[in-house]
Every structure is written in structure tokens, then in C-alpha cells.
């Protein structure tokens, strides 16, 4: 599913949340993995333009762990970005998230009883040509178990990634 980036107010940019964005990146067989500007975690505008900057003849994948509360996937695409949320409730209480829907043209529900369950949204075939299948991600989403962090880590090994996510993580 791809959507259009949209600019974000200046005063969205609050102070930074706890977590950590970094960007992946695969380039003749070569994956590689460098952190992006953790505003990213407030403002998904700058997450985007970081991403879309890193111009890559392979994939570029944006992975966000906001506030060990959720994830979000990112990939710039031909028109716009594919997006991927692990929690879309998290709109409730995250600009980010809300961003992330407002993209999606997702609304909450109006039964605060189905918001007491994190839910993913958005495009789970996301990473299906490097290896992960949507009902795959769909279940490592769903994981309540996990966090975020974890969440994460999984993705990029199931990817083939792993090692240089955790290498960059671990550098924080």
C-alpha cells in the first residue's frame, strides 16, 4: 500500500522519546545498517526524508522503536512509503503513530473496548520479498511477549540482517 509523504507543523517536534530509529540498507547482496535522527520517533516526516535520502539500488527499510511501546516499518516506494505499524492504537497517546494512520487513511474505532488490544496495521507484506510473509510479521507483531526492541531484532534476522541491526542497536 503506498502513501503520500505529508509535512508535518514545526511543533510537532517534541522532545525525544526513548527508543531508537535505524535505517537498513542492501546494496549489491550486502545488507547494512545505520541509525537515523531519533526525532524520527516524534515527527515520521523527518523518517521518511532520512530514508529517502539514503537512495540505495536495493532496499531501504526504516524500522522506529517508539518508547519500547511499538514499532513501526518504513519503505520508501516509487509514489510514496509503505508503512507498517505493530500497535494502531498507539495513535492514542503517540504523534508518530497517529501520523502513521493519518497516512494509512486508517480511523480508530469509537469502541474504546477495541482499543484495549494492540492491533497491527497497514501493508504486513511490508517485507515479503526479503523474506519475511505477511502472516509471518502479522504473528511477530502480535507477540505480546516481546518488546518492540525484540520485535525488531527478530524481523532483521528473518531478513538476514540480523547482525549488523544488533551491532548498530547495541552501539546507542
Known amino acids: 500500500m503506498a502513501v503520500q509523504s505529508v509535512s508535518s507543523p514545526a511543533d510537532v517536534r517534541a522532545e525525544a522519546l526513548p527508543g531508537f530509529a535505524v535505517a537498513a540498507i542492501r546494496e549489491e547482496g550486502r545488507w547494512r545498517c545505520a541509525r537515523i ?6 515527527d515520521l516526516d523527518t523518517a521518511i526524508t532520512e530514508l529517502r535520502s539514503l537512495r540505495s539500488t536495493g532496499a531501504v527499510v526504516g524500522m522506529l522503536d517508539v518508547d519500547d511501546e511499538f514499532f513501526v516499518l518504513l519503505r520508501p516506494i516509487p ?5 507498517m505499524i505493530s500497535d494502531a492504537a498507539a495513535a492514542l497517546d503517540y504523534d508518530v503513530a497517529a501520523d502513521v494512520l493519518d497516512l494509512l487513511r486508517v480511523e480508530l474505532p469509537p469502541d474504546e473496548e477495541l482499543l484495549d488490544d494492540p492491533w497491527p496495521e497497514g501493508d504486513l507484506a511490508i517485507l515479503a520479498d526479503l523474506g519475511l510473509p505477511a502472516d509471518e510479521l502479522a504473528v511477530l507483531a502480535a507477540e505480546l511477549d516481546l518488546y518492540p526492541d525484540e520485535q525488531l531484532l527478530a524481523i532483521a534476522r528473518r531478513c538476514g540482517f540480523g547482525d549488523a541491526f544488533a551491532e548498530v542497536v547495541s552501539a546507542r
Not at 79 to 83: E, I
Open 37 to 42: 535522527d531519533e526525532e524520527s520517533l516524534v
Open 79 to 83: 509514489g510514496g512509503v509503505s508503512l
